[in-house]
T-cell receptor, first 110, second 109 residues
Framework: EAQVTQNPRYLITVTGKKLTVTCSQNMNHEYMSWYRQDPGLGLRQIYYSMNVEVTDKGDVPEGYKVSRKEKRNFPLILESPSPNQTSLYFC?????????FGPGTRLTVL | QQPVQSPQAVILREGEDAVINCSSSKALYSVHWYRQKHGEAPVFLMILLKGGEQKGHDKISASFNEKKQQSSLYLTASQLSYSGTYFCGTEISARQLTFGSGTQLTVLP
């Protein structure tokens, strides 16, 4: 089944404790992206990647890192999480114009 | 800069029509429309490329006015399944999407 998977789906952590949210797609898509969703603000793009080893900043990249060493994986790294990074995070991949979103990761930073 | 969507919320009865608008202050390459149901991931509906074309998907269609940098999503004869939050995403440069804050659509029986 063609899909985008994210892990973990839910995470509660404390300020400053490094964490990684994984994203994987099995559709051989070149383009992948990370978004955060907050009430009243819609989806905001954090980082995107056009292909392996090619990443670029979206609208809200501060406090986040990404890497794209393999085509299928695009992890999101928070090296020192802060409470303002509490949000719902979506990973997406696309071939052409249609973006396929993962199920989301709800992150709470205390 | 985030595109502006209007209205923020709309409530309809089944069978009624609705229009959701999306406008940007910048020249757009394309406009994407997505629908998100509560607790689920956004789902792609359609894309409109520069050129003012209109597209349709069942009873949902959209237009793109390139001169005004505006797009509208038309929902005809709404069904209960149309309920959800609709987002427009605007593309100014290649593959960098900026989404509006969403329009919450509720269809009542």
């Amino acid at each position: 089944e063609a899909q985008v998977t994210q892990n973990p789906r839910y995470l509660i952590t404390v300020t400053g404790k490094k964490l990684t949210v994984t994203c994987s797609q099995n559709m051989n898509h070149e383009y992948m992206s990370w978004y955060r969703q907050d009430p009243g603000l819609g989806l905001r793009q954090i980082y995107y990647s056009m292909n392996v080893e090619v990443t670029d900043k979206g609208d809200v990249p501060e406090g986040y890192k990404v890497s794209r060493k393999e085509k299928r994986n695009f992890p999101l790294i928070l090296e020192s999480p802060s409470p303002n990074q509490t949000s719902l995070y979506f990973c997406a991949s696309s071939f052409g114009y249609t973006q396929y979103f993962g199920p989301g990761t709800r992150l709470t930073v205390l | 800069q985030q595109p502006v969507q209007s209205p923020q919320a709309v409530i309809l009865r089944e069978g009624e029509d609705a229009v959701i608008n999306c406008s940007s202050s910048k020249a757009l390459y394309s406009v994407h429309w997505y629908r998100q149901k509560h607790g689920e991931a956004p789902v792609f509906l359609m894309i409109l490329l520069k050129g003012g074309e209109q597209k349709g998907h069942d009873k949902i269609s959209a237009s793109f006015n390139e001169k005004k940098q505006q797009s509208s999503l038309y929902l005809t004869a709404s069904q209960l399944s149309y309920s959800g939050t609709y987002f427009c995403g605007t593309e100014i440069s290649a593959r960098q999407l900026t989404f509006g804050s969403g329009t919450q659509l509720t269809v009542l029986p």
